[in-house]
């Protein structure tokens, strides 16, 4: 990572800015070549690079800024995505500055219609949600890459102030021409991961194009510096009188930074809303409308928006392979983007390091596609609901809209239809990698996510803190052949990790009676469980869940 820097306060955050370096080279090429060549330095680029060193698995991140990122852009960082943090080791930063919440408010006109709160309880390491900024995102996940680099130098190398320009694809290899103030030079990598996000450059030089629904509605984004005391909650107003016709969003952020997202109108033009004193003018009839006029503020930032969810008809293309909005585009509602640009990355890292390391084959990087396809639709079909309500698209949405929020004060079934339905982990149901499984009456289905609870005892911590880099199985209190099967597994994989569960509460969430084993993926996907498991039903989901002897395509499973 270059270490040259100079840095720039914007607002209430100092940027750092890297100056680009050039390395060496023979003939205008880099002498090194490179097992995974990461295009874009966002918040995905940074997690899979960061996934990828979990394995010991070398990256360079080409990216074409000077710094981390400026201005409104991700706010809100889901539980799934802070256990996530947690594997890359970014954790602590996000919850020390992130600020946690658990519900919001929507209101008809000046009238209170809707409350939800996301699930939350004492038993949970993690909040639901917390709002973050994306440059404070992006600084902590350069600082977890420079912990890193601390303790094996190099493992991750970041490339900023370089713009890809070109690129070729070999039988064995990908070239990538790359540009930046100093010179050109050419870099070749056995993988190359896209995270250049929604202008991606690797998608367009591919010729790739992306399918799915655009949406009529445009929104403004303001971001104000206010010293308000209002609770950490998300709040909504459809109708308000002081923008008729419209539907204003308003979310806390750290550094009393207030986030406003209004929609505009048929016929508002969208560059005079986005004027200084135009923008002035709206966040102060807003506040006075919220009783916060009286206190001082300055206005930050501002852009636009307008909703979409498009997708690639396949993430991987030989060796190189497509993440976050580089591989698909979500609507902010129910702030699915970000957030499933970590799943993304959650995704691909493990395997692709699987496949670099020889444990297993190419085809495995298929179920990437396969099962993050699907992921797209379930959280493109709960957007589509979302922004279709918050954006009616005609006169007969915008009719349907007007009757759910009048009637939804007094009927809590209509209210619902309110509900922005804000992001949970997908399940993989009927991914290729899990095997047949024994039928339970409660705890994670094979594909879904391994439910985090608490450990008492000896071991007095949560369950996920037990995933290590490889499978885990977690088994409880096994004896006899359940036992016999679990060691012969362990002893042939070094990297298999064991977790005996002796906790009663645990067993009866897992619906796990004495020799229930459940297997689960590095990226905490339930693969497989069995009430009492032999040896060959082990290896066989272990096989398969490494991609071994089955045919995974890019139609693997239903969507």
Request: contains cysteine; negative net charge; glycine residues 8%.
């Amino acid at each position: 990572m270059i270490a040259e820097q100079n840095f720039e306060r914007i607002g209430p955050f100092v940027y750092p800015h890297f100056h680009p370096a050039l390395p060496p080279l023979r003939e205008g090429r880099d002498t090194k070549h490179h097992k995974v060549a990461i295009v874009g330095g966002g918040p995905v680029g940074l997690a899979v690079a960061l996934g990828l060193a979990r394995y010991g698995v070398a990256s360079v991140i080409i990216e074409a800024d000077d710094s981390v990122c400026m201005g409104s852009r991700a706010a809100c960082v889901s539980r799934r995505s802070l256990e996530i943090m947690e594997r890359l080791g970014a954790l602590q930063d996000f919850m020390t500055k992130g600020l946690p919440w658990t519900d919001g408010r929507s209101f008809y006109v000046e009238t209170e219609v809707f409350r939800f709160s996301m699930p939350h309880d004492a038993q949970q390491k993690l909040p639901p949600m917390i709002n973050l900024q994306q440059y404070y995102i992006e600084q902590f996940l350069v600082d977890a890459v420079a912990r890193v680099n601390q303790h094996t130098p190099g493992l991750i190398e970041i490339r900023w102030a370089s713009q890809v320009d070109a690129l070729q694809i070999t039988g064995a290899s990908v070239a990538l021409d790359v540009a930046n103030a100093l010179g050109r030079y050419r870099l070749d990598a056995d993988w190359v991961v896209a995270c250049d996000g929604g202008q991606s450059f690797v998608r367009k030089q591919m010729g790739l194009p992306m399918h799915g629904t655009g949406y009529e509605g445009r929104y403004v984004i303001i971001d104000i510096d206010l010293a308000s005391k209002h609770r950490t909650e998300r709040r909504a107003w459809f109708d308000p009188p002081w923008n008729r016709g419209s539907t204003v969003l308003m979310h806390q952020q750290p550094d009393n930074l207030w986030r406003i997202d209004y929609q505009l109108r048929h016929g508002d033009d969208a560059e005079k809303a986005l004027q200084p004193d135009q923008a002035a003018a709206f966040v102060q009839r807003h506040l006075d409308a919220v009783g916060e006029g009286h206190l001082p503020w300055k206005l930050v930032w501002t852009s636009i928006y307008r909703a979409g969810a498009m997708t690639l008809d396949s993430y991987r293309h030989g060796r190189v392979l497509f993440a976050g909005n580089a591989a698909h585009a979500l609507p902010i509602f129910g702030v699915r983007g970000l957030n499933s640009g970590f799943d993304d990355a959650d995704n691909l890292a493990w395997k692709l390091a699987f496949v670099i390391d020889g444990k297993a084959p190419a085809a495995l990087l298929d179920s990437y596609s396969d099962e993050r396809l699907v992921a797209f639709h379930i959280n493109a079909e709960h957007a589509k609901r979302s922004t279709e309500f918050m954006s009616p698209p005609s006169r007969g949405f915008d009719l349907f809209r007007e009757a759910a929020l009048s009637l939804a004060q007094e009927h809590r079934d209509i209210a619902n239809l309110i509900n922005q339905r804000q992001t949970q982990a997908v399940a993989y149901r009927q991914s290729t990698l899990s095997s047949a499984s024994d039928a339970f009456a409660a705890g994670p289905e094979p594909g879904a996510v391994l439910i985090d609870l608490p450990l008492v005892g000896e071991q007095a911590k949560y369950l996920i803190e037990t995933l290590g880099t490889g499978f885990t199985l977690l088994v409880f209190k096994p004896s006899g052949v359940v036992a016999d099967a679990v060691e012969a597994v362990a002893r042939a994989d070094s990297t298999l990790n064991v977790v005996r569960v002796n906790d009663a509460r645990v067993a009866a969430a897992y619906d796990a009676t004495q020799g229930a084993v459940y297997l689960v993926r590095p990226d905490g996907h339930v693969a497989g469980r069995w009430q009492q498991p032999d040896l060959a039903t082990l290896r066989s989901a272990l096989a398969r869940a490494c991609g071994h002897d089955i045919s995974i395509s890019n139609q693997g499973f239903a969507r």
